[in-house]
Every structure is written in C-alpha cells, then in structure tokens.
C-alpha cells in the first residue's frame, strides 16, 4: 500500500487498513551515519531512509546492509596452493570417483 503520512503516494510495506503498522506508528528520521546515503528522502518529518523505516536499528550490528556510501574492504590471504593437486585439478583428473 501507500504511505499516507511520512512519504505520502511512497510504496510502503508497513502501511496497512489501519495505518502504519510499524513500532511507533512512523518512520524514524535517518542518523548520523547514514549522511551520504543515496536512499535518503525528505519525507514529511525530516529525513527518512528509503528502504528501512528505523535507521538507528540497521546501525546497531555494524555496517547497515543498505547503506551505499560505505566500501566494505574484503581481505583475501595468498593460499599455499599444492602444485600436484592443482595440475590434477586443472587436468580434470582430480575429481572424486564415484
């Protein structure tokens, strides 16, 4: 449905029959590690996020899954990897016989 209130005419998944169905009864205004984030909107009660009605609690476990101004780094280790076992594998020669 449609929310009426924060981001009027908006596709929102916790506006229902009665309203919004979310804790507190709207969405909350986006906090301070969520600036640069291009899912921020202006809605009728500030700045809200887009894609989750409570900012705050995406930020809580670390980095908000939704955020797209954050860069995740992934470390990778250089593996040993075993000559012998790779020539069989790059051969095809290598696979499990069943």
Same mark, same amino acid.
């Given at each position: ?15 229902? $029959?009665?309203?919004? %169905?979310?804790?507190?009864?709207? &969405?909350? =205004?986006? %906090? ?12 009728? %009660?500030?700045? =809200? &996020?887009?894609?989750?009605? !409570? ?7 670390? %980095?908000?899954?939704? !955020?797209?101004?954050?860069? =995740?780094?992934? @470390? ?8 012998? @076992?790779?020539? $069989? @594998? ?6 499990? @016989? $069943?």
């Amino acid at each position: 449905m449609q929310c009426q209130t924060v981001l009027p005419g908006t596709d929102c998944t916790f506006w229902g $029959k009665q309203g919004c %169905i979310f804790t507190g009864g709207s &969405c909350q =205004v986006v %906090i301070e590690n969520c600036e640069g984030c291009e899912r921020i909107v202006d809605g009728s %009660i500030g700045k =809200v &996020c887009s894609a989750y009605p !409570a900012p705050d609690r995406k930020w809580t476990g670390g %980095i908000c899954n939704f !955020a797209t101004h954050v860069k =995740v780094e992934i @470390k990778t280790e250089d593996l040993k990897i075993n000559p012998l @076992k790779a020539s $069989k @594998k790059a051969s095809g020669g290598g696979g499990k @016989k $069943k």
